[in-house]
Each structure stands twice: as C-alpha cells, then as structure tokens.
C-alpha cells in the first residue's frame, strides 16, 4: 500500500501546540497499537515522547503523518515531527547562509510501519526547505518499539552533539565554487535520483534555475539548495510527450520518498565535495 503525506509541514514561527499536532498527525495520540499488531509489540505512544522531548528543551515545529486506503489504519499510521533545540532561545545558525535552524526529526508509526528514528535535520528559512541530513555514521539512531522513553531521548541527544559536523559540512560546502560542467553534473545526477528508471521530464537547466538572488552563486551549498528546492517542491514546467499537453512536475510529498531522496542529494553533495575540491 502507498501511504502519501497529508498535506505539507505547515510550519509556523512558534511550536506546535497539542491542538495543532492533533491536526497536522492525528496518529502521534494513538493510545494503542494498530489492532492487526502482534502482542511482541511494544506500544509507546509518541505523545509521551514528544512531552518528554519538550521537557528536555525540544520544541516541535512541524508535524505530518501518512495516510492508508485501509479502513480503521489511518489513526496508527506513520507520522513525522521536526523538533528545534530550543534550550538557548529559538535562534538559528549561520544566518549569512539564509537562518538555518537544526532540526531533529522523529519518525514512527503504530502499525509497524517505521521503528522509532532520530535523524539530524536543517530548516532554511530562506526558502522554507526541511531536509534531512543523510550521513547515518553521525546522525541518525533507531530504537526499537521494546525499547524505552528514555531510550529515545538519549538517541536524540547523541544526534544533536553531532550538530556541528553537520554545520561544518555546511560551511564546506558553502566554500566550494562550481564550475558550469561540474553544476550540470549534479543536476543530472540528482535527476537520475529523483526520477530513477524514468526519463525526467525537465531539463538540467531547469534544476539548477535559482528563485532568489541569494542563490545564485555557484557554490556547492547554492547547487543543492536550489536542486532540492525543485526536485522536492515541483512547479517545474514540461510537457507530456505523447499529448504535447502543459504540465508542471509534481512536488515529492511522501514520507518515505521526501526522506530517500532528501538523504540522496546530501550524500551527493558530499561526493561532489570530494571530486571538485
């Protein structure tokens, strides 16, 4: 079964009230496992994790959760939520590289659909981007559902002290200047990513296209900016081969996809960085 997103992050500049976590991922209050689970499940609702995460200085800024075609399955379903550190204020980092805020990211499901998973994230503000960093040597930790509240809280903490390597990786790549043949080989690799055994249907020049003057130099930290900005959120223009018939591309709106795709263009990133410099 496909599960989509529900919607988008629908982020705000202030955290999430439990109000608005009900609306946004319904499943995050599941009191109990979905009812085809084993009785080796262990159930630990996310709600308890997201209170203790609050006590511990973790705000949620942004929550999703996917949606099933099964009758009685859509209150277990796989959820996501973005957490900002918010123990030194609600400040970001490496504001001349347009507000980015660390961001952890919880994801879990009550139908057996995902393991709890603490993953380090980057919110830009510039452009309203949430993606997630991809090095799991650094920055993500899975726990099992027998595990405990605890647990998890440790995880995330493990994650956050890997924080400045992943901001460092930024500054790296902020660094690096791209040559016009190296820019274009990026994007055709991120196409082959994104669209995988199909043919994409827009062009290099397209994905490289920037929104903001901001981005405009060919740096390396601009190129993946601008890539995941219109291989993620669609709008691109193109046209259906067989009808001739205007379309736009679609914006990747599944969890499980934005997540594999997002860790996708960071690792190419990082492989980039390696042969440019």
Known sequence: MTHNMTGNLNRIPTPLSNNQLMRQAPSVFATHPWEKMSDRYAFIPTIQIVDKMRMEGFQPFSATQSRTRIEGKQEFTKHVIRFRDTRNGNVPVLRSLGSIYPELILTNAHDGGSAYKIEAGLFRLVCLNGLTVCDETISEMKVRHSGSVDGIIDASYEVVENFPKVLDSIEQFHAL??????QNAYAEAALELRYED????????????????????????NTFNVTQENLTGGGLRTRNETTGRRLRTRAVTGISESSRLNKALWTLTQKMQELAR
């Open 177 to 182: 200047r791209l040559t016009a043949p190296q």
């Open 198 to 221: 199909e043919k994409p249907p827009v062009t290099t020049a397209q994905v490289l296209l920037p929104h903001r003057t901001d981005d405009i130099a060919p740096t390396l930290w």
